[in-house]
């Protein structure tokens, strides 16, 4: 069999054992091993149960090393590898894993390090990775929509600051408190309260309060899930698109790996029948 068959067939082999689920299970227990291994850590622990976790910290190292290494293997085109987010952040992740926890100067940073390893999860299962894609690539269109909310807190922020600043000034004082005193309206955090103070000298002070609800809490949360859910649909069809690509890829590979077997098994054909 040539030696691009060869490759061809160990490659496609590879990419099976990464996409299987006892692969992916393994994958994810142990990330889950690993996030109570450093939950652990945060308790007092006796000098044995510390001596166990570190132990068990190195061999969760040694795992992720090999796992990065045993992806990139896989992987059908490496120059390509770290061009994916996923893929440079899992790399990062695992070599800054590597960083040792005693007599170095970058201490907090290998810890630190070693606490986002738990956020490999995310890159490992392909449900939350859709959703933290769609979120990423939803958050320049809600931009503009943060940007309305903003000026819409200004502008009752400096009315809440001409006419409530003489009732509280602690919630009203100034432009940058009354905006705070909004956000925690806006989350519903006791703003009846709020409001009924500003009601004995304002009757009817309770449309500021009610038309700032309206805006913020069912118009633009509203706006922000409708870019959400578009994009999230975007996302889906182009993860379908992928799929189908990827599928005929591997339908191509396949009868590239297969033509290359029937063009060697002919050539030896051919030999022996000269022979």
């Known amino acids: 069999?040539?030696?691009?068959?060869?490759?061809?067939?160990?490659?496609?082999?590879?990419?099976?054992?990464?996409?299987?689920?006892?692969?992916?299970?393994?994958?994810?227990?142990?990330?889950?091993?690993?996030?109570?291994?450093?939950?652990?850590?945060?308790?007092?622990?006796?000098?044995?149960?510390?001596?166990?976790?570190?132990?068990?910290?190195?061999?969760?190292?040694?795992?992720?090393?090999?796992?990065?290494?045993?992806?990139?293997?896989?992987?059908?085109?490496?120059?390509?590898?770290?061009?994916?987010?996923?893929?440079l952040f899992d790399t990062l992740v695992v070599v800054g894993s590597l960083i040792p926890l005693e007599n170095s100067d970058a201490v907090l940073l290998g810890r630190l390090l070693r606490v986002f390893r738990v956020l490999r999860l995310v890159s490992v299962v392909p449900e939350l990775r859709f959703l933290i894609n769609s979120l990423l690539k939803a958050i320049p269109r809600m931009g503009y929509i943060a940007l309305l909310m903003f000026i819409i807190f200004y502008i009752y922020a400096a009315i809440g600051s001409l006419f409530f600043a003489r009732v509280d000034e602690v919630l009203w004082g100034d432009v940058a408190i009354s905006m705070l005193t909004l956000f925690r309206i806006a989350t519903f955090e006791d703003w009846t309260d709020i409001m009924y103070v500003t009601m004995e000298p304002y009757p009817f002070s309770w449309i500021f309060y009610v038309t700032f609800i309206f805006l913020t809490a069912f118009v633009f949360l509203n706006m922000m899930i409708g870019v959400i859910l578009e994009v999230m649909s975007e996302e889906q069809n182009a993860k379908q698109?992928?799929?189908?690509?990827?599928?005929?890829?591997?339908?191509?590979?396949?009868?590239?790996?297969?033509?290359?077997?029937?063009?060697?098994?002919?050539?030896?054909?051919?030999?022996?029948?000269?022979?």
């Open 241 to 275: 698109a992928q799929k189908a690509h990827d599928e005929r890829d591997d339908i191509t590979r396949q009868l590239h790996s297969v033509q290359a077997q029937l063009t060697a098994l002919s050539k030896q054909i051919s030999q022996n029948s000269e022979k």
């Open 1 to 87: 069999m040539p030696p691009a068959a060869n490759s061809s067939s160990g490659l496609s082999r590879l990419r099976r054992i990464e996409s299987s689920r006892v692969f992916q299970t393994l994958v994810i227990s142990i990330i889950i091993l690993s996030a109570l291994a450093i939950g652990a850590k945060t308790y007092e622990l006796s000098p044995l149960a510390n001596q166990t976790l570190t132990v068990l910290d190195f061999a969760i190292t040694l795992f992720f090393l090999v796992e990065i290494l045993f992806r990139f293997a896989a992987f059908p085109d490496k120059k390509r590898f770290f061009l994916d987010g996923w893929n």
